[in-house]
Structure formats: structure tokens, C-alpha cells
């Protein structure tokens, strides 16, 4: 038909052979993607997730001293808070850890926790289980069981086999408290053998550790592999009379709420 050019394959207009692009060598490629992956992993170190090693018996046998366990970042970003149940790492708030000794990691452990790989030796982080959030009232009497606002916790499940779910000693181990809006109060698992809220009575927030300090919410343990499973909270939190905690919103939903502009965007397009 008048009017219409064709041209042949392999040949720009005007019939000029067309160059191929040369391709670039993995070799160059390769230091780019490195720093694509280390961007990446950076970001998710800071915003989504981050990895921490487990330093002690205080959580057994939930958690096994060298665990690693991956902490969910994410969701404290949208005003989500600590629930009872949940297994929490947060900032030492008051030199919980005098006295601990300090790890003296190699290069290769320094540059794993610098892109979150592992966690950093310099931090101060413990690892425990939410017991009672602001508001809450804990008590624990002779050997237990341990009770949240008159109801009593079933805590077979978690407590390591053995102990009992209240220490009886003068130190801290008989206790009632109100915890204050804005802080959570928190128990190892191990209750004769973690130095937690309960022996901390004395410092700056007499045992409770603020909000704002808390990292986020261990949700698997991911190393060792035949150690591999979440942590979900136990069915004793969810008993009626607890009182009410909001909803925390999973990562999984943010997700899902980012991609579906997206997709209405594109659907646009189209």
C-alpha cells in the first residue's frame, strides 16, 4: 500500500543494518549486584527484618542459647504495639546486662551484622515473653500460677519443664504490679534462670521496659535448621477476661495494602 515502509529483519530505517547491543560481562555486572543485594539487605535490616542470636538459657525451651530468630520491624512502624504472648527483643533499659560478658566477633562476624545477617555484638538486646502490657495488672504468689488482671495464665505449654511458674524467694520473685500505659512487663520462659522484670524492681522503670524500646516481635526461629518454627502466641492469652488489645497488623497485610495501588495503577494502563 502507498505510504508504508517495511523493513527488513535486522535492518533499521532507511534499510541500515541495525547494531546489536553488546552485553555487558557478568564479571562488570557483578560488583553492581553486589551492591544491589547490600542495599537490600541493609534495607531490610533497618525497616523489616533482622536476625539475633540467642545468648542465653533465659527462654528455654522455647529458645535454645545460640538460636538465631528473625525479629519482625516492621509493624512498630505503623503504631503497632507489644500483645501478651508475644516473644519481644528490646534495648536493655536500665543495665539489665551488668556484668554480662562482651563478644569479640571477627571481621566476617562484624560485616554479617552490619548487613543484618547476624546480630551486632555492640548492641544490648534481650529476648523475652510479654507477660502484661500497659494497664495490666501481675501477680504471682507462692509457686504460681502466675495471673494477668484475676486470670490465670496456663503456661504448661511455654514454662520450662520443671520450674514453676512463680519463684518463691525475697528478690523479686512474689511481686503485684500495675503496669503503666506506654511500658510491657516481661518473663523468660526459664523462670529459675532469667533475670527479668521481676528482678529489676529497683531500677529507673522498676522492672518494666518502655515501648519505646522494644525492636519487634520474634517470629521464627531460623537457625539451627532442625530447629525451623514460629512463635506464635500461646492459647492461654486468648482466654475472655484478659482485657482487650488491639489488633497487630502483620506484615504480610502491609504488603498486600502497598501492592493493590499498584495493581490498580497498572490496570489503568492497560
Not at 119 to 133: F, H, M, Q, T, Y
Not at 240 to 269: T, Y
Request: hydrophobic share 35%; with cysteine.
Amino acid at each position: 500500500m502507498t505510504g508504508e515502509h517495511s523493513t527488513a529483519e535486522g535492518e533499521g530505517p532507511g534499510g541500515t543494518a541495525r547494531t546489536p547491543k553488546k552485553q555487558r560481562s557478568f564479571w562488570k555486572e557483578l560488583p553492581i549486584l553486589i551492591g544491589i543485594a547490600l542495599v537490600l539487605a541493609l534495607l531490610i535490616k533497618t525497616f523489616l527484618v533482622q536476625a539475633f542470636s540467642i545468648p542465653s538459657d533465659s527462654m528455654q525451651n522455647t529458645l535454645q542459647q545460640g538460636d538465631r530468630v528473625l525479629v519482625d520491624k516492621l509493624t512498630p512502624w505503623f503504631g503497632s504495639e507489644p500483645e501478651r504472648g508475644e516473644v519481644v527483643v528490646f534495648h536493655d533499659p536500665d543495665n539489665w546486662l551488668a556484668g554480662e560478658p562482651t563478644a569479640d566477633p571477627n571481621a566476617l562476624q562484624t560485616f554479617l551484622s552490619w548487613i543484618g545477617l547476624m546480630p551486632s555484638a555492640e548492641e544490648k538486646d534481650l529476648i523475652k515473653r510479654v507477660v502484661g502490657v500497659g494497664g495490666d495488672t501481675v501477680e504471682c504468689k507462692g509457686t504460681g500460677p502466675l495471673t494477668v488482671n484475676g486470670k490465670a495464665l496456663d503456661e504448661r505449654s511455654y514454662v520450662y519443664a520443671g520450674n514453676t511458674p512463680c519463684s518463691v524467694d525475697d528478690q523479686g520473685g512474689q511481686f503485684k504490679v500495675k503496669v503503666p500505659k506506654g511500658y510491657i512487663w516481661v518473663m523468660g520462659d526459664h523462670r529459675q534462670n532469667s533475670r527479668d522484670s521481676r528482678y529489676n524492681q529497683s531500677d529507673e522503670h522498676h522492672g518494666m521496659v518502655p515501648v519505646k524500646d522494644v525492636v519487634g516481635r520474634a517470629i521464627v526461629i531460623a537457625w539451627p535448621i532442625n530447629r525451623w518454627d514460629n512463635l506464635p502466641v500461646p492459647d492461654t492469652f486468648d482466654q475472655s477476661g484478659l482485657g482487650a488489645v488491639g489488633p497487630a497488623v502483620a506484615p504480610q497485610g502491609l504488603a498486600l495494602l502497598g501492592v493493590v495501588p499498584v495493581v490498580l495503577w497498572r490496570r489503568r494502563k492497560q
